[in-house]
């Protein structure tokens, strides 16, 4: 959405919402009750002015997590309204038979405008800072014996910019992966928000993560730097080269479409990395038969490629991959329902967008971690931060 619209929009549709409650709610209150209404509404719409006109006009002279905290604080007061005013709208229903107008609209946009409010606080100052660990089971007919019960430990998306005060507790999340003992910790993609100078801070914990056959990584689509403004593209290449550089300081192998070997015994398994690939406007910069050119043969393989939208597009169609590792999605940090019916918003444009999905034929596997960190509003609601623990089993 472009600027100008955005910045119509947002005070439009928040100034029609507090006219309709104040008309409803507030117009017969005391004085003091109605300057403390306008005073809030002005003082929202003036600061969600100031972030939008920085973080678009004016890029790199607000600090992003201060922006992001406007624009939840927009929200936070924003969206109960919403809710409060559809469903307080029904309350007119009984008009149209000239009835007089009704009061369980009201009742209930108050609950429901509290829950969301409730949810909100929850999801900002809990969820986002308490990864689930998710276990996961995988069963393959080619696996070779001697992997049999091989364990992998997928994060991803820790977009380092944007963590804020959740940062302080990447110790307890760098302790807490080391602690599972895993065969392979995996990374797969958006380690930094914006641009690769957020990482060296944060490298002393990172660089903690170990495991048996080491800690692999893939460029995500954030990590390249297209959303940061750059003097000059050479400035741009230095630092993503800069990133990968400190990735392999931190003792990390970032695999940029090329593939390794992981050997047991007498067996082996490829470990196949390309580099971002997704749909328009995601760059593609991924080389799918580039990083392992026998796509077709034997060889059990798995796949770390940030976007999920490659397994549908390139991975299924050319190869016969039996795992993919994705993220990316973060499940939209929005996600609804319960176990066994779920529902986020990251559906409609990632058919893959959380958990583990197996194609019509029934070879190959796709597993979507939702991901640690956040963008545009620093809280999680049903999709808190993910660690998920993989252990590959041979198919009996």
Excluded at 90 to 110: A, C, E, N, S, T
Excluded at 151 to 178: K, N
Excluded at 315 to 329: A, F
Aim: some cysteine; hydrophobic content about 40%; charged content about 20%.
């Amino acid at each position: 959405m472009r600027l100008p619209l955005l910045l119509i929009l947002l005070p439009l549709l928040a100034l029609t919402t507090d006219a309709y409650i104040y008309g409803r709610n507030l117009r017969n209150r005391s004085r003091w009750v109605k300057i403390l209404w306008w005073s809030v509404t002005a003082v929202v719409l003036v600061a969600v002015f100031v972030a939008v006109l920085f973080q678009f006009k004016f890029r790199g002279t607000i600090d992003i997590n201060v922006a992001m905290w406007i624009f939840y604080g927009f929200f936070l007061v924003y969206m109960p309204k919403w809710f409060y005013s559809i469903c307080s709208l029904f309350d007119y229903l009984p008009r149209l038979w000239h009835k007089r107008r009704g009061r369980w609209g009201h009742f209930v946009g108050l609950a429901l405008s509290f829950y969301v409010m409730g949810s909100m606080l929850y999801g900002a100052f809990y969820a986002r800072q308490h990864p689930v660990y998710n276990y996961r089971t995988i069963t393959f007919d080619r696996l070779p014996e001697a992997f049999d019960g091989y364990r992998i430990v997928q994060f991803s998306d820790l977009h380092i910019e944007t963590l804020g005060s959740a940062g302080r507790y990447l110790p307890r999340w760098v302790a807490d992966i080391d602690s599972l003992h895993p065969d392979l910790i995996v990374f797969t993609g958006d380690l930094v928000n914006r641009q690769g100078g957020e990482l060296p801070r944060y490298m002393p914990e990172l660089s903690r993560l170990s495991a048996t056959d080491g800690v692999y990584s893939v460029l995500g689509n954030h990590d390249y730097g297209d959303y940061y403004h750059w003097s000059s593209p050479a400035e741009q290449e230095k630092t993503l080269q800069q990133l990968i550089a400190d990735e392999g300081r931190m003792g990390w192998h970032m695999l940029n479409n090329r593939s390794v070997w992981l050997h047991r015994g007498n067996d082996s398994i490829a470990l196949i990395g390309v580099e971002n690939w997704g749909m328009p406007p995601f760059p593609q910069y991924g080389r799918l038969a580039e990083a392992y050119p026998a796509l077709n043969d034997s060889t059990f393989k798995i796949l770390l490629s940030h976007n999920p939208l490659h397994w549908r597009h390139e991975v299924i169609p050319q190869s016969n991959i039996d795992l993919t590792l994705s993220g990316h999605t973060h499940a939209m940090q929005l996600k609804l329902g319960w176990k066994g019916f779920e529902y986020s918003l990251a559906e409609p444009m990632y058919p893959e967008w959380s958990g583990l999905y197996t194609a019509p034929d029934g070879r190959h596997k796709l597993y979507v971690n939702e991901g640690m960190g956040c963008v545009f509003l620093p809280m999680r609601i049903g999709a808190r931060p993910e660690i998920t623990v993989i252990t590959l089993k041979k198919e009996p």
